[in-house]
C-alpha cells in the first residue's frame, strides 16, 4: 500500500486547510483511517481516526471540534478538514492506514503516508 499525503501549507492562524490522503496499492475499504502529526522536536502525536466503514470517528483533545476527518472509498482517498487552526498546530501530519485495536497508538498501523506540512503562523 503507498499513501500520499497532500495540501499542507503555509496559512494564519483562523484559517482552514483540507489535506487529503490517496491510497494506491490495494483499495481503502475495511480499514481504518488515522491522521497523526509530529511537531519539531515533538513525538508523533494522533490526531483524529476513522473506522473502517465510516461511521465512527475519534478526535484528540486539542482539535475536537475543529478538525473532521472523513473518507471516500469510491475515491481511494481519506481526509483532514482543519478549521479555525492554530500556531500549535504546526507540524507534519501524517497519514495511516489498516489501524486496530488502540487505533491511536501510531504502532499500530503498518502503512504510512510521507507526510504534508502544515505551518500556521499567528
Known amino acids: 500500500v503507498q499513501l500520499q499525503a497532500c495540501g499542507g501549507g503555509l496559512v494564519q492562524a483562523g484559517t482552514s486547510l483540507r489535506l487529503s490522503c490517496a491510497a494506491s496499492?490495494?483499495?481503502?475499504?475495511?480499514?481504518?483511517m488515522g491522521w497523526f502529526r509530529q511537531a519539531p522536536g515533538k513525538e508523533r502525536e494522533f490526531v483524529a481516526r476513522i473506522s473502517s466503514n465510516g461511521g465512527n470517528t475519534n478526535y484528540a483533545d486539542s482539535v475536537k471540534g475543529r478538525f473532521t476527518i472523513s473518507r471516500d472509498d469510491a475515491k481511494n482517498t481519506g481526509f483532514l478538514q482543519m478549521n479555525n487552526l492554530r500556531p500549535e498546530d504546526t507540524a507534519v501530519y501524517y497519514c495511516a492506514l489498516g489501524g486496530v485495536l488502540a487505533v491511536r497508538l501510531a504502532s499500530n498501523y503498518p502503512y504510512w503516508g510521507q507526510g504534508t506540512e502544515v505551518t500556521v503562523s499567528s
Open positions: 496499492g490495494r483499495t481503502l475499504s475495511r480499514l481504518t
